[in-house]
């Protein structure tokens, strides 16, 4: 009988299979595909993923799915800052889905980011434990979730 192994983490070429232009590869496709999520944003959400000693994850890639407007979005973290950028449309009532992948995880993250306002919607979870699915709005259309993936303050993933 054969002995199950663990699944594959992203390695380090998470960046050239999903976003090769992100990676510095040209000629592969014009765009990479999800870095325009709508064609009409009103709000730019910005973060960094930050790993259990607090240090930026740079090798990452963010996908976002915003339901109500049909709208996929994917975002690759800076290389020297960690930081990830998506343009979309604000909306009351639905939150965002992500999906994180990077070198070191072998199942891919998933969370929520709700607008300010919005009452994260998860059964059984606390109001700080909450907290940490919520937006902050920084400017007139500009808002930060960062993503804590261990530590004090991570960030809350779902199990789907």
């Known amino acids: 009988m054969a002995r199950e192994t663990p699944s ?24 990479d595909i999800g870095t325009v999520m709508v064609s009409d944003p009103d709000a730019v959400l910005t973060g960094c993923i ?25 975002s690759a973290s800076d290389a ?3 930081e ?17 992948i990077a070198r070191g ?11 300010p306002g919005q009452v994260p919607d998860v059964p059984g979870l606390d109001g700080t434990r909450a907290q940490t699915m919520v ?14 993936l261990q530590g004090p303050g991570e960030t809350v993933f779902l199990d789907v």
């Open 8 to 31: 594959q983490t992203a390695g380090p070429y998470v960046h050239i299979g999903l976003m090769p232009n992100a990676a510095g590869i040209a000629g592969v496709y014009g765009q």
């Open 50 to 74: 930050y790993d259990g000693d607090g240090a930026p994850v740079t090798d990452a890639v963010v996908e976002v799915w915003q339901a109500d407007i049909g709208a996929f979005g994917r």
């Open 80 to 82: 020297e800052t960690g």
């Open 84 to 100: 990830f950028r998506i343009e979309t449309r604000r909306t009351e009532d639905v939150f965002l889905t992500l999906w994180i």
């Open 105 to 115: 995880i072998n199942i891919g993250l998933h969370t929520r980011a709700y607008w």
């Open 135 to 148: 937006m902050h709005e920084v400017g007139p259309g500009a808002y930060r979730f960062d993503i804590h």
